[in-house]
């Protein structure tokens, strides 16, 4: 482990028009104390030759190959082949302000933090320009691992997401990410927070996030069993890891989240899949329900869309 330098670790699989965008953004930061482990998911495109190519015109930058295995396998590969202080993970489309790095390891210094995290801004679906987030001091703040818990619960967002976040390298293990498609970093996003005795912030949107079309995110996917297990699998784990620890609180707070995913969802689903969820909904919402921790408007919300189901009306 090599101090006060940061291991940038970049999966990449498939992104050949994004690709450079994204590693100069890097390679130019203010920050220069960094190594960009670049990894090359067996793309089949050009990647593997770019990074090469970046390899050889800065000396901070490793590029590796591998055989197909997807992002968590590649993060997995990035992170055991890497030896800085400090972790971040990059999207290979997306990209970062240059002084990325320079603030998030600022604040992880000045706050004695073990995760520090920032905003996001994207691109609009047609590439005429991007979205920019609305000021909001409530991003800034420094908190424990149940209070940044609370706020990934009510706001996933910028959160439940392995990008826009600079961690230390003692909170992340080998082989940390599982090999599934959806939610992989959300699966273990509470694992790593309960290894932080401290979680700090900025409203700073310093992270441009891609909406690519045909990406895992942008592709409209289908409602059955198999696709909506794999959706809400990281929320039913956090809640019976909060049941095991007796965490009502949390528990709850997760309920309401489980729920308002499965909301949301409830229209796309097949009639196998509705059946399949219809009963653990109502074992999340009684739950939830008779615990503290959400407000009783919350409470209600969920209750409503409970009789929507029993009487097979259409959710929103």
């Known amino acids: 482990m090599k101090r006060d330098l940061i291991s940038v670790i970049v999966p990449i699989y498939n992104v050949e028009q994004y690709l450079d965008e994204c590693i100069r953004s890097i390679v130019n930061q203010t920050y220069k104390d960094i190594e960009i482990i670049l990894v090359d998911d067996g793309s089949p495109d050009n990647c593997g030759e770019k990074i090469d190519h970046w390899a050889k015109k800065d000396e901070r930058v490793i590029a590796l190959h591998k055989k197909n295995g997807g992002l968590g396998d590649s993060r997995n590969y990035g992170f055991a082949h890497s030896t800085g202080e400090y972790i971040a993970f990059i999207d290979s489309d997306d990209f970062v302000d240059n002084k990325y790095f320079e603030k998030l390891l600022t604040l992880l210094k000045q706050e004695d933090a073990d995760m ?45 997401v392995a990008w826009g976040k600079l961690y230390k390298r003692s909170i992340i293990t080998e082989n940390m990410y599982p090999k599934v498609k959806i939610s992989e970093d959300a699966l273990i996003i509470r694992e790593l927070a309960y290894r932080c005795n401290k979680i700090a912030y900025i409203p700073d949107a310093l992270y441009m996030y891609r909406d690519r079309p045909n990406s895992i995110m942008t592709v409209q996917r289908k409602g059955t069993l198999e696709n909506e297990k794999q959706v809400v699998m990281w929320l039913e784990r956090d809640i019976d890891f909060y049941k ?62 409970a009789f929507k189901i029993i009487f097979r009306i259409n959710a929103w």
């Open 116 to 160: 520090a995290g920032c905003r996001f801004f994207r691109n609009n679906i047609d590439n005429k320009g991007y979205r920019y987030p609305y000021p909001n001091e409530k991003y800034r703040f420094v908190g424990d691992k149940e209070y940044f818990l609370e706020r990934l619960y009510n706001d996933f967002g910028v959160f439940c």
């Open 244 to 305: 095991g620890i007796h965490n009502n609180k949390l528990q709850a707070i997760a309920e309401k989240a489980y729920c308002y995913v499965l909301a949301n969802d409830w229209n796309k689903l097949d009639r196998e899949c509705q059946k399949y969820f219809q009963s653990r909904y109502f074992k999340a919402l009684v739950h939830m329900i008779f615990n503290s921790g959400n407000r009783f408007a919350v409470k209600c919300k969920y209750m409503l869309l």
